[in-house]
Each structure stands twice: as structure tokens, then as C-alpha cells.
């Protein structure tokens, strides 16, 4: 479970050398497999903690139980007296972030909400026209967000370079026939991807003309989220939110991802205070409007083939149409 | 001829003149009968040119054989007078049109008549018992067909008009009943006698009969529907308000042409209910047969491939499957107004899922807060500045304060810190460290460190002479130095003391050691 290969040698101050040790590389080449292996410790190390997740859990139930039993004036259950003294020496220890059992899920975002997310915007190759100006609309609709062209960069170089360059998020878009029909959010630091579909995209430059529909406000928005219940909800719900920063408390403009069964409406508005008191407030609808229909969510990043599912959807199975994975 | 002709005249008026019961009994009535006959068939020899006899051979043959003549002379020319009958029912227009022809048509009708009486007269002579009721039953059919044709063209002249026929009506409604019967109503009368002559004729192919007869009917069946609907569907000014020369030449044509053709194809008469519903039976097992030899239509062969069936044929069909998936929602005015609806009441209500930034680490360590007492300190203000001289004096002597302690136990408890992570990040275990521990080697004497009697009393040094003395050079006493040397030590020590004084300022008061105070004299009178 330890990294079987050495660390890189700025880390150690031993006097013996590592016995990989490449002699006289170029200092290119060294940065290149620092990288790399750092890289590697990394995926260990989270591979690691992965494991020990089912530990970690067992211990927390036993604590969890000992808890009950102290609170409740009950006898402890007699299969936990050998470790009583050293679980309950832990409660007391205990704070409120490590009283909660971690999973790997959570480590993804634990970081995320210290800076500004950085998203890169980029489509499928040989984009249309439509396409392109739907990438530029949802450049406006994400704060913070930059596009690229695609030109024919491979999808691990896309990644690389976000890395290399801090991007937090890289949402790619695809199309048919001029019809945006894929979105693809993929978190970076070897965070989750979510793959939607789009479906009744409504973009700008389809209501009217540049000068008839204005500019649009590109002011840190407020969330919301509505019916997002079940445990893949939050986790959607999680994705979706760490693609906006942290707004303003009095922004005046607003996205909306409702949620009916298993179709995500997404809506960008603008609001004012009304006429006729606080109660009173007037709506105008900016930027484009689509549905997404969230078809697999994988713990690893777009490159990443062999990555874990974590979710997919299943359309064939008879009782599919009774099932509903992300609200209700 | 003439002569002959009169005397035939004369001999067919006799013989209409006697009474019936005289033809029974053998009598000189035969000679006049035989004239009459022969001068018919003078009459009618023009109308049969196929005929081998140019005379009626009377002569020296008896009744059999002159009956074969005559039969023989009949029957083509029977034929075709029941088409003409036939056509002059359904219009008796023509035959005024006709001119000549309808002249010899009349006298075509009454020549039959008489033939008919003629041959029924021969045949009551003849006594054959089936040839007579047929004879009969036939006459009795032309003389209906006669009838009708006479009431046709006499009765009404009242009602009827250029556009409206009584006779058309009847013919119809006659048409539209036969229709629904299954038999076609111009082959009827055709039909009837056609069968009989089957009957009389072909006793042994009856078999035969039925097939034609089924085949016949098929050909009825099918034959008449489309006719029926042709008719209605073709419907033209001409069909109600006369026709023209060329019609009636093309139906002339036509119904010596369908002649022949009824001749083959015809066969049955009305059917009854039991052999109707065989044979439709027959012709559904028929049909059902050749279905299930040929191919399958595509769309009951089961799993079938866009390259197995006919091309855009799958948009044809109304193809009906359960689909397991929900439907993608359809955004309607509703779902807008209930979205943005939704979205209102949040605002007002200031409930957002925002991103909640999380507090930072302090990035520098906070400052030492000096813990500032607000009780009266214990010590006295001397012993304050006695415990400063004495930790400067002799570091080792003087008790710690309280951040001394902190610090110290901060650094044991960083230093058991980093051991453990180095124990856990480093692959190659080092063995625990030395801790140097950082003592200052001061130079007092030993005895003074094991002992508590003051300092002063001890003379022995811990420190090695040379790390007392850390000087270079030439060491000269001050009896040996020269002016110059002298004057340039002093000059140094100058320079340092002004460097020193440079540097600190702020003499303190109580340093100060000199005779003359700076203070002014009058502190004193105070």
C-alpha cells in the first residue's frame, strides 16, 4: 500500500542515492519524471486512503455506538469492552470535522472552496458555427470561465495543460448537427466528471439579435437548487455548485437547476425589486435555457478511461421508468 | 319456284287450317305437310349459307330424316336469332334504325314463330317425349322474350319519354338483382339455354359442367363486379340519351365476340345457398394456402435488418412499442411560470445553495500576546534589575522566565512531531536522532557550577587560556611598546568607542558610572 518507488530526490537529505536514479538527465526531462511521479504517489496515496475507508468506518460505528451508550446511561455492548477506554479517549478528542467518517468523494471538493474556480471551456473537434456561439454564451453564463479553441489537441493534453496552469474545472461541449447535445463537467485535480445530455436548447442568438436581446450580467450569481434529494442528487448537486464561486450576498443575478424527475432545468435570471413593496419582484430571463439528463458520473478525470463509475444510467432496465436517481 | 311457292303457301295454310287430333292420325295431311315444309326451307336458305342441302329432300324419307334436314338447317341459324332477340330487348330503337335489317328481323321474329309452331307440330307428330318439352320450354322462353319485348315497346307510352324508360328501369332493376345472385345478367338467358343444351347433350360431363360451372361462377363473380363498377364509374351522356351509329356496331361486334367467349366460359345456373357458401369456403382455403406458401410479409418475419426489407418501408408502418424511458419533459408556459414562481419565492425568502467559502489558515503565526498582569507585581522594582544583570552576567544561574518555559516545551513537542512524520513519510527509516541540545559553555569557574558559594572566591578557570584569548599577532606588553605604537593603539581604542557609541544611543541612566552626574543640581534641593 506504501509507494513501492522512492520519492523524488529534493525531498530527501539522506546520503545514499535512490537506486532509480536516472544518471545526468536533462533538467526538463527530471521535471517531467518529478511530475510524473508525483503523480503516481498521489494516486497511491489516495488509493490508500481509499482502502482504508472500511476501517474507518467500522470505527466509527463503534464509536458511534459507545457514544449512544454514554448518553443513554446504558451498559456499553459487551464486544466493544476491550476497546472501550481507547474509543471513548478518542471521542473526547474529537471535533466536528473528524467526528464525521471521510470518504474519498469528499476529498475531491474539500479544497475547493478556498479559491475562485478557474473553468476551461472547450468543444468536440470541428465545431459549428451554433456550437461556437453556444461555448461563447456559456462563457458569459460561468463567471471566471476562459474558452479555447479545440484545433486538433487530444483530450489528455487538454487536461495536462488545465493542470499545469490551475484550472479547477474543464467543461467540454458536444453537438449534433448544429444542435448542442453534450456537456461534459470534469473537476481537475483528479475530481469526478459528470456526463449530461442537453436537450430543448433555447440559446440567445436564437431569441433575437445582439443588439435587441443587450448585454448580460456577468456578476457572480446566486444558486439555487431545487429537489435535489437523494444521495446522487447532493452529489450532482456538488458538482454543478463548485463550477460557481462564491457570490455576494446581494447579486442580482440568479441560476436555477430545478430538478424534475431525473431532468435538470437550467435558467439564468436577472431580478429586480418590484413597484409594489419588498414583496414584489420582477424576473427577466438571460442567457441560454437547456435540460440536462445526467447519464454517468465517473471518479476520475475525462482522460482517465479506466477510472471508476461511479453512477451510470440505465434506460433498458424494465423498471426504469419508475426509478428516480437524483430527486423525489 | 312460284308455282311451288304458292302451292307451299297454300299447303302451310291448310295445315293451319285443320284441327290438331287430324296430325295424330296417319293421313294425306303428310303430303301438305311436307310441301309446307319444304317451301320454309326454301325461305330460310338465304339466312344459312353453311348448309348442305340446297332443298328440303322430302321425297321418299320418312319423318326422321326429313327432321334431321330441317334440324340441321336450324340450328346455326337459332343461334344467332337469339342474339338478335337478345339485343332487340334491351333496345328496340334499333330496330327501326336498322332499315332493312329490321324489316328482316321482323320477319325474322315471325318466321321463327312459325318455325317454332312448325317444329313443335313435326315434334307432336315425332312423339319423342324430352325433344317436345324442350321444344316447349324453349318456345316458351321466346315467346316470353317476344312478350316482353312487345309490352316493352307498347304499354307505356304515357309515362315514358326521351330520358326515362320503363324498360330500362325494369332491365336495372333485373341487372341489380342478378348482380346479387351472382349471375350476370346479359349471359342469363344465354346461360339458361346454353345449360340446357349441356344437359341434353353431355350427360356424361357433368363434371366438366361443374368446373365450367365453378369457373363460370368465379368468372361471374369476378366478372360481374367489375363490370358493375366499370358501368357505374364509366357512366356517359350516351349511355342515357342514346348512342350513336358506332356503338351500336361496337356492341354488335361485342356480342358476337362475347358470343363464343360465353360459350366457353358459361355454365351455371343459380346456385343454391349450401354450394354458394362451399364455394366461398373453397376459394378463402384457396387463398389462405397460397399465403402461407409464399414469403412472409417483412413485418412478421420477426427480427428483420434495414437490408431485408423494402426501402422507407418501416415509415409506413405504425410501429408500437412500450418505451421504458420517460419522456424528455416538454417546457410549456406552465413549467416556465412554475419555474420562475419558484425561483421568486426564494429570493424573497434570500434562501440560496450557494458555495460557503471556508475560513483560510492564518498564514503568519499570531504574535506573542505578552501576558499582561493587572495584580500588583511581587517583586520589588531592584529585584527586577537584579535578576536582569545576573541573566546577563551568568546565563546558566539565572532562573527562566515563563515564555522560556513555553518555548521549551513547544520545541520538545515539535521535535517528537517531526520524528514521527519523518517515520511515516520516509521509506528508508533513520534510527531517532541525537537531539543536540544547544548548552552554552560559559567560562566559569568549575567549582562555581558545582557550588553554591559566590563566585569571587574560586580562582581556577574552566576555559583553556587559548579560548580565553582569541588575538593575533605579535603580543606586546605595554612597557615594550614605542611612541607610534602606543600612539596608534590609543587611536584605535578611540575609533571603537566612537563605533559603539554610535550604535547605542540611549545610555541609560543608571550606567552611567561617571563622577559627574548630568543631572542638574537642582534635583538635589528637591
Not at chain 1, 272 to 298: A, H, M, T, W
Not at chain 2, 209 to 223: I, K, L, M, P, Y
Not at chain 2, 289 to 308: F, S
Not at chain 2, 402 to 429: G, M, N, P, T, V
Request: hydrophobic fraction near 30%.
Amino acid at each position: 500500500m506504501f509507494p513501492s518507488k522512492p520519492f523524488p530526490k529534493t525531498l530527501i537529505r539522506h546520503q545514499h542515492q535512490t537506486s532509480s536514479f536516472i544518471a545526468s538527465p536533462t533538467l526538463k526531462h527530471s521535471r517531467k519524471i518529478k511530475m510524473l511521479r508525483r503523480n503516481i504517489r498521489l494516486r497511491k496515496e489516495y488509493l490508500y486512503r481509499k482502502n482504508l475507508e472500511g476501517d474507518e468506518r467500522v470505527q466509527y460505528e463503534k464509536k458511534m455506538k459507545i457514544r449512544e451508550a454514554l448518553q443513554e446511561g446504558k451498559p456499553i455492548p459487551t464486544e466493544l469492552r476491550n476497546e472501550e477506554a481507547r474509543l471513548r479517549q478518542e471521542i473526547d478528542l474529537e471535533d466536528q470535522n473528524t467526528a464525521v467518517p471521510r470518504s474519498h468523494i469528499d476529498d475531491e471538493y474539500a479544497n475547493a472552496t478556498e479559491n475562485d474556480p478557474k473553468i476551461l471551456l472547450t468543444t468536440s473537434r470541428n465545431p459549428s458555427a451554433p456550437l461556437i456561439r453556444f461555448t461563447k454564451e456559456l462563457k458569459f453564463a460561468f463567471p471566471n470561465s476562459q474558452r479555447i479553441n479545440r484545433g486538433s489537441q487530444v483530450i489528455s493534453e487538454i487536461i495536462e495543460t488545465a493542470r499545469s496552469h490551475d484550472f479547477t474545472d474543464v467543461i467540454l461541449v458536444h453537438e449534433h448537427r448544429g444542435v448542442p447535445d453534450g456537456l461534459i463537467i470534469s473537476h481537475l485535480p483528479f475530481g469526478p466528471t459528470a456526463y449530461f445530455g442537453l436537450l430543448n436548447v433555447v440559446t440567445r442568438h436564437d431569441i433575437s439579435t445582439k443588439k435587441a436581446i443587450g448585454k448580460m450580467p456577468e456578476q457572480y450569481p446566486h444558486l439555487i437548487f431545487n429537489n435535489f434529494t437523494t444521495q446522487m442528487g447532493q452529489r450532482v448537486a456538488n458538482v454543478l455548485k463548485h463550477v460557481f464561486p462564491a457570490p455576494k450576498v446581494d447579486a442580482r443575478r440568479i441560476v436555477t437547476f430545478s430538478n424534475e424527475s431525473d431532468y435538470i432545468s437550467f435558467r439564468n435570471h436577472v431580478y429586480d425589486k418590484g413597484e409594489g413593496g419588498p414583496k414584489s419582484i420582477e424576473l427577466k430571463e438571460v442567457g441560454p435555457r437547456f435540460e440536462l439528463r445526467l447519464y454517468q458520473v465517473k471518479l476520475g478525470t475525462v482522460e482517465q478511461n479506466e477510472a471508476e463509475t461511479e453512477w451510470v444510467i440505465r434506460p433498458y432496465m424494465n423498471t426504469a421508468k419508475k426509478r428516480k436517481f437524483i430527486g423525489e | 319456284m312460284s308455282i311451288a311457292k304458292a302451292s307451299g303457301f297454300e299447303a302451310l295454310e291448310k295445315l293451319m287450317s285443320t284441327e290438331p287430333p287430324v296430325f295424330l292420325a296417319p293421313s294425306s295431311i303428310s303430303e301438305v305437310a311436307r310441301t309446307a315444309s319444304r317451301y320454309l326451307f326454301e325461305k330460310l336458305k338465304p339466312f344459312n349459307p353453311k348448309s348442305p342441302f340446297d332443298q328440303l329432300l322430302v321425297d321418299g324419307f320418312d319423318a326422321e330424316q326429313i327432321w334431321q334436314q330441317i334440324d340441321l338447317q336450324c340450328q346455326p341459324l337459332l343461334s344467332s336469332l337469339r342474339q338478335d332477340v337478345k339485343r332487340f330487348a334491351q333496345n328496340p330503337k334499333e330496330i327501326r334504325k336498322l332499315g332493312n335489317l329490321a324489316l328482316k328481323v321482323s320477319h325474322e321474329d315471325d318466321d321463327v314463330d312459325e318455325m317454332d309452331m312448325d317444329d313443335d307440330e313435326l315434334e307432336a307428330t315425332e312423339s319423342e317425349g324430352d325433344e317436345e318439352e324442350e321444344g316447349d320450354e324453349e318456345e316458351e322462353e321466346e315467346d316470353d322474350v317476344e312478350e316482353d319485348e312487345e309490352e316493352k315497346s307498347g304499354d307505356h307510352e304515357g309515362i315514358e319519354d326521351k330520358f326515362f324508360k320503363i324498360k330500362e328501369l325494369e332491365e336495372f332493376l333485373e341487372e341489380g338483382e342478378a348482380e346479387e345472385y351472382g349471375l350476370d345478367y346479359k349471359n342469363k338467358k344465354g346461360v339458361a339455354k346454353r345449360k340446357k343444351q349441356n344437359l341434353r347433350d353431355d350427360d356424361d360431363d357433368e363434371e366438366d359442367e361443374d368446373e365450367e360451372e365453378d369457373d363460370d361462377e368465379f368468372g361471374a363473380f369476378a366478372g360481374g363486379d367489375d363490370e358493375e363498377a366499370d358501368k357505374l364509374g364509366k357512366a356517359r351522356y350516351d349511355d342515357f340519351f342514346g348512342g350513336k351509329k358506332k356503338e351500336t356496331k361496337m356492341k354488335l361486334k361485342d356480342l358476337s365476340e362475347d358470343d363464343e367467349a360465353e360459350l366457353e366460359n358459361q355454365g351455371d345456373v343459380k346456385l343454391s345457398t349450401h354450394e354458394k357458401d362451399r364455394i366461398k369456403l373453397q376459394s378463402k382455403i384457396e387463398q389462405m394456402e397460397k399465403a402461407n406458401l409464399d414469403p412472409k410479409h417483412w413485418t412478421m418475419q420477426g427480427e428483420i435488418t434495414a437490408a431485408k426489407r423494402p426501402k422507407n418501408s418501416a415509415l409506413e408502418v405504425d410501429l408500437d412499442f412500450e418505451h421504458n424511458t420517460r419522456p424528455a419533459p416538454v417546457i410549456t408556459e406552465e413549467v416556465t411560470a412554475s419555474l420562475e414562481d419558484l425561483i421568486k419565492s426564494r429570493i424573497i425568502e434570500a434562501r440560496f445553495d450557494d458555495v460557503q467559502r471556508a475560513p483560510s489558515m492564518p498564514t503568519k503565526a499570531k504574535r506573542e500576546a505578552k501576558e499582561m498582569d493587572d495584580s500588583k507585581s511581587k517583586k520589588g522594582l531592584a529585584e527586577v534589575y537584579e535578576d536582569e544583570y545576573v541573566r546577563q552576567a551568568n546565563p546558566a544561574f539565572a532562573p527562566t522566565t515563563f515564555s522560556d518555559e513555553l518555548k521549551k516545551e513547544a520545541s520538545i513537542l515539535f521535535k517528537r512531531l517531526c520524528l514521527k512524520l519523518d517515520s511515516l513519510s520516509h521509506f528508508h527509516f533513520t534510527p531517532k536522532p541525537v537531539i543536540e541540545e544547544m548548552s552554552i559553555q560559559t567560562n566559569v569557574p568549575a567549582i562555581a557550577m558545582e557550588e553554591v558559594a559566590p563566585v569571587a572566591v574560586s580562582d581556577a578557570a574552566m576555559l583553556a587560556p587559548e579560548e580565553i584569548f582569541s588575538g593575533k599577532g605579535d603580543i606586546k606588553d605595554e612597557s615594550e611598546l614605542t611612541q607610534e605604537e602606543r600612539k596608534r593603539r590609543r587611536a584605535k581604542k578611540k575609533r571603537k568607542f566612537k563605533a559603539e557609541s554610535a550604535k547605542d544611543p540611549v545610555k541609560k541612566a543608571r550606567d552611567d558610572t561617571t563622577e559627574n552626574p548630568k543631572t542638574v543640581t537642582g534635583s538635589e534641593e528637591r
